[in-house]
């Protein structure tokens, strides 16, 4: 069975800095792709980033990366340089080779961030 | 330019009234998907048409229903919604091509369904 861990419920960080949102998976299947979507308050769910499982590097577009540690089974999204319009809920997603059509979320992070 | 439109954004049901939500897409994508996400939660999901072949969750109760009647255009009906029924509906849509993971789905801004 496949599950997605986000352990951090609320995060509050001052703009202009960094930002870690953890994210842990379980997967008994070797290739599989990881996702992070941000929802503002408007509520779309925005595509940020993907991971796949096989990808030697890290994935990045623009300020977001994903810090893929495969061993630990780990897929953080770090943002650069924060914004106040990087306030949002940030849900982690992953999807298995053996499901490929369908994904499945984390429970999020909301993410706020202080002037 | 809006790829997956969802309409209406916000819609208001008396308990027990069919209601129907609608979602279109411009991408041409063979997979569209409805979820439904309460406050504060993952979005879940109910159901997805892989092409026409349509995918029932397991757990989706039977007063939920899908149509698909073209590549673009997907509808939600909720043939008797409860109080329970209030929340965000999100469409997404995705092309899956074989097994391939990297099938990012898309999503539209969501209908929000009160039901008084």
Request: charged share 15%; proline share 4%; with cysteine.
């Amino acid at each position: 069975a496949q599950k997605i861990t986000q352990t951090q419920p609320g995060m509050f960080v001052q703009e202009k800095e960094a930002v870690t949102l953890d994210c842990t998976y379980d997967t008994s299947d070797p290739s599989y792709g990881l996702f992070w979507y941000k929802q503002p308050s408007s509520g779309e769910m925005i595509f940020l980033i993907y991971q796949g499982s096989y990808d030697q590097q890290n994935a990045t577009e623009g300020r977001y990366s994903l810090n893929f540690q495969k061993a630990r089974k780990s897929a953080n999204l770090v943002i650069s340089a924060s914004q106040l319009g990087d306030s949002a809920m940030y849900f982690c997603a992953m999807r298995e080779y053996s499901s490929a059509s369908k994904i499945i979320f984390g429970s999020g992070t909301r993410l706020s961030i202080r002037p | 330019d809006a790829m997956v439109i969802q309409n209406p954004r916000y819609q208001v049901t008396q308990f027990g009234k069919p209601v129907t939500l609608s979602c279109s897409q411009t991408l041409n994508h063979n997979v569209m998907y409805w979820y439904q996400q309460k406050s504060s939660q993952a979005p879940k999901l109910l159901f997805h048409y892989y092409d026409k072949d349509f995918n029932n969750e397991a757990d989706t109760p039977d007063n939920f229903q899908s149509r698909r009647p073209n590549t673009s255009f997907c509808f939600l009906d909720i043939r008797s919604p409860g109080l329970g029924d209030a929340a965000m509906y999100l469409c997404a849509t995705s092309r899956v091509a074989g097994a391939a993971t990297r099938n990012i789905q898309y999503f539209g801004a969501g209908t929000r369904l009160s039901v008084l």
